[in-house]
């Protein structure tokens, strides 16, 4: 499997910005897919993650209602949108895949992850 992230940059707090990541190389039919993120001197944390199979979606109580994630299954790719966004949102930001029917947000369920995405949120 192959993850092809895109997206991030910096932006002021109050801003937003998108996070993309389409996956290949893989033949199943249902998948999860997400994002986790590490912030310097933080432990990683799991930000969101999104069902292939039924849209399910989960989030981190810290991005709820401001984060949302949202799945194109025709071209198996995750989008993260992210509004709203605070200095504390500032870290690497990791595409994830595992070939699971439901998606969680702990670190163990994926086997793949794609190349980090830096998000500077800062005036």
């Known amino acids: 499997v192959q993850l092809q992230a895109s997206g991030g940059g910096s932006v002021q707090p109050g801003g937003s910005l998108r996070l993309s990541c389409a996956a290949s190389?893989?033949?199943?039919?249902?998948?999860?897919i997400g994002w986790f993120r590490q912030a310097p001197g933080k432990e990683r944390e799991g930000v969101s993650c999104i069902s292939s199979s039924d849209g399910s979606a989960y989030y981190a109580d810290s991005v709820k209602g401001r984060f949302t994630i949202s799945r194109d299954n025709a071209k198996n790719t995750a989008h993260l949108q992210m509004n709203s966004l605070k200095p504390e949102d500032t870290a690497v930001y990791y595409c994830v895949f595992g070939l699971w029917l439901y998606c969680g947000l702990a670190d163990e369920e994926y086997d793949y992850w794609g190349q980090g995405t830096l998000v500077t949120v800062s005036s």
């Open positions: 190389g893989f033949t199943s039919d249902y998948y999860a």
